[in-house]
């Protein structure tokens, strides 16, 4: 008070148990208004609230402990079935009728792709994490090393991949790294049949009001880098733009496009991790267009 300035106060009446604001402002040199009111009713809801935003970090927090353990502990269960499945077939390769022969083989694709779920699922418990250190990423150089990581799958979809300048941004450098790797794959993969694939990636900065994402409030007027990632692949509907960051969401078979559903997820992920946002815009057969937009 001695400032000047107004002030409020916030306490519990034990012998009540209620909830009582006090607001002191000063009038002149000599007088002063208080104010009491009985904030009970909102301040209850603001507890409860409180509370239940703890248990559910808690929550979340022993579902990745148990996604993590549980994901680490099938890798050598795993890694064994495939292993000595490929041994029985070796051994008895004289002996087993085709009928037979395909039965193994199905036994070896269901492996193959039980082991890649759990390393997504474990990379998905990594990122969840966040206990990284914040340093400055250059996505340029990010971009070059996936595409040297994708070398062989380029070489097959006889794809370009067409990149501006890229920011550097303050982020988690790994999770950056698979958060590119993860969009560019899936450019890569979601290809149409015969055509060879071309990727744009392109960067500008502005407003969250001025990118066309849907942002909070507080973010209409901060400023972000806009990353969009643009491919020539067979798209989708736009009505699933949102769901397919959905973890284990996917808009085709394994026949057609394999895959965990957990790749878009990681994305998802990361891109909150760093405070920011993605949407995705596509329509059928005319290619996908994924906007990352970063902080500043």
Do not use: C
């Not at 000047?4 to 306490?11: A, F, H, K, L």
């Not at 009970?40 to 559910?56: A, C, M, P």
């Not at 040297?148 to 999770?175: C, H, N, S």
């Not at 949102?242 to 878009?264: A, Q, S």
């Amino acid at each position: 008070m001695e400032t000047g300035e107004p002030s409020n106060v916030q306490y519990k009446v034990e012998s009540s148990g209620k909830w009582v604001e006090i607001a002191l402002s000063r009038m002149d040199g000599d007088h002063l208004i208080i104010v009491y009111s009985d904030i009970t009713e909102s301040k209850e809801v603001q507890l409860r609230q409180e509370l239940l935003l703890e248990e559910l970090r808690r929550s979340n927090e022993s579902l990745e402990d148990f996604t993590s353990a549980a994901s680490h502990d099938l890798k050598e269960p795993i890694r064994k079935v495939h292993f000595f499945t490929e041994r029985l077939k070796e051994k008895l390769q004289e002996r087993l009728s085709s009928e037979e022969r395909k039965l193994l083989e199905r036994v070896e694709n269901a492996t193959a792709r039980m082991r890649l779920l759990v390393d997504d699922l474990l990379e998905y418990s990594h990122v969840s994490r966040g206990n990284q250190e914040v340093e400055d990423v250059d996505l340029n150089h990010k971009v070059q090393l996936i595409q040297t990581d994708l070398e062989l799958m380029m070489a097959e979809k006889e794809a370009t991949i067409y990149a501006g300048t890229l920011p550097v941004v303050r982020g988690y450098r790994r999770q950056l790294q698979q958060l590119l790797h993860n969009l560019l794959h899936n450019a890569l993969k979601y290809s149409k049949p015969g055509v060879p694939v071309v990727v744009n990636i392109a960067s500008q900065t502005a407003t969250g009001k001025e990118t066309g994402v849907s942002v909070r409030p507080e973010d209409q007027d901060k400023t972000f880098y806009v990353v969009e990632i643009s491919d020539n692949g067979i798209g989708f509907e736009q009505e699933y733009a949102e769901k397919i960051f959905n973890i284990f969401t996917r808009l085709h078979g394994n026949t057609e496009y394999t895959g965990t559903g957990v790749g878009l997820a990681i994305v998802k992920k990361v891109v909150d991790n760093h405070d920011g946002y993605i949407a995705a815009e596509s329509t059928p057969g005319n290619g996908a267009t994924f906007k990352l937009l970063l902080p500043v």
